[in-house]
């Protein structure tokens, strides 16, 4: 049984950071990409971030870049994100997704195999 969980959402102060995890099972976990996505209220999905199956390679989205750092662990199944410098322009759902290849930025959910419930993460400013 697959299940990816998110967690370390919250609410935080602009300026602020948080660390969100993302826990998978139920695959072989380091044979995936994993990539942050996020969706804003009203908004469509968003990419954030991804790394590649060792963790040596990692991509994000122009919006995020130098203050979000996204990585993995594959001996605890988890991979992370780190978001620092946060502004209002972060709130959203933050999703952990999982897929078999390197993923463009444009965001095809059916190119994603497995996928976390979410976590909210609010930022007040």
């Known amino acids: 049984q697959v299940q990816v969980v998110e967690s370390g959402g919250g609410l935080v102060q602009a300026g602020g950071s948080l660390r969100l995890s993302c826990a998978a099972s139920g695959f072989t976990f380091s044979s995936y990409w994993m990539y942050w996505l996020r969706q804003a209220p009203g908004k469509g999905l968003d990419w954030v971030s991804g790394?590649?199956?060792?963790?040596?390679?990692?991509y994000y989205a122009d919006s995020v870049k130098g203050r979000f750092t996204i990585s993995r662990d594959n001996a605890k199944n988890t991979v992370y994100l780190q978001m620092n410098s946060l502004n209002a322009e972060d709130t959203a759902v933050y999703y952990c997704?999982?897929?078999?290849?390197?993923?463009?930025?444009?965001?095809?959910?059916?190119?994603?195999?497995?996928w976390g419930q979410g976590t909210q993460v609010t930022v007040s400013s």
């Open positions: 997704a999982a897929a078999p290849r390197r993923l463009g930025l444009v965001v095809r959910r059916h190119e994603y195999v497995y």
């Open positions: 790394i590649n199956t060792g963790g040596g390679s990692t």
